[in-house]
């Protein structure tokens, strides 16, 4: 999968996720999931320039579904709105 093609996917997918969390609604498990999948393999593609950004990114993907998978509303919530700050920051910074 080409990077421009896996960062629409993850946006797409992103929007999903925000949208019950802004609604104080855990997300759902397969969105969770494939965008777990999507910035894991991101961050293999990733640039040597914002490869650390990336790898962070993935980290906060991969507590998120740890969080969905336990029912862990607030986290959940926390986790979605730290993982937008992250991809706000990348695309002021790194595009």
């Known amino acids: 999968m080409a990077l421009k093609t896996l960062k629409k996917e993850l946006t797409q997918v992103f929007e999903l996720i925000k949208?019950?969390?802004q609604e104080?609604?855990?997300p759902n498990l397969d969105h969770v999931q494939k965008f777990n999948r999507l910035a894991t393999r991101m961050h293999t593609l990733a640039d040597d320039e914002w490869a650390e950004e990336c790898?962070?990114?993935a980290?906060?993907?991969k507590q998120l579904l740890q969080a969905v998978n336990q029912g862990d509303l607030q986290t959940a919530?926390?986790?979605v709105e730290s993982?937008?700050?992250a991809q706000s920051f990348c695309h002021k910074f790194y595009r």
């Open 55 to 57: 790898e962070d990114f």
């Open 77 to 79: 919530v926390m986790l």
């Open 59 to 61: 980290h906060l993907a």
């Open 83 to 85: 993982i937008n700050d």
């Open 19 to 21: 949208k019950p969390s």
């Open 24 to 26: 104080g609604i855990l």
